[in-house]
């Protein structure tokens, strides 16, 4: 009953910007946290951004700086700003909720499809 819409994934040149969009809907009663987490080919997937219910917002140290996580509470929606892009931020890019659903006693997460981003020349 929870649906997360992924987009802003695609091809870039080093240097370049793109912007991702996540936004959550369904059995949704309170978000816990909400962001983003990648994929490169060979490696293991590791966080980029996340942001508590709290307002803390987390990065990987190989993206402060360069890339900035927002979002729009009302919505259910969280973006990724991803400026100055390297070859090696290449990766698939999964949108990740953490939540409680109605009438739920524990917390449950949920990943999404994920969007793939590439950078190169």
């Known amino acids: 009953q929870v649906q997360l819409v992924e987009s802003g994934g695609g091809l870039v040149q080093p240097g370049g910007s793109l912007r991702l969009s996540c936004a959550a809907s369904g059995n949704i009663f309170r978000i816990r946290s909400m962001g983003w987490y990648r994929q490169a080919p060979g490696k293991q997937r590791e966080l980029v951004a996340t942001v508590s219910s709290g307002n803390i917002t987390t990065y990987a140290d190989s993206v402060k700086g360069r890339f900035t996580l927002s979002r729009d509470n009302a919505k259910n929606t969280v973006y990724l700003q991803m400026n100055s892009l390297k070859p090696e931020d290449t990766a698939v890019y999964y949108c990740?909720?953490?939540?409680?659903?109605?009438?739920?006693?524990?917390?449950?997460?949920?990943w999404g499809q994920g969007t793939q981003v590439t950078v190169s020349s």
């Open positions: 990740n909720v953490d939540y409680w659903a109605f009438r739920d006693s524990v917390p449950r997460n949920y």
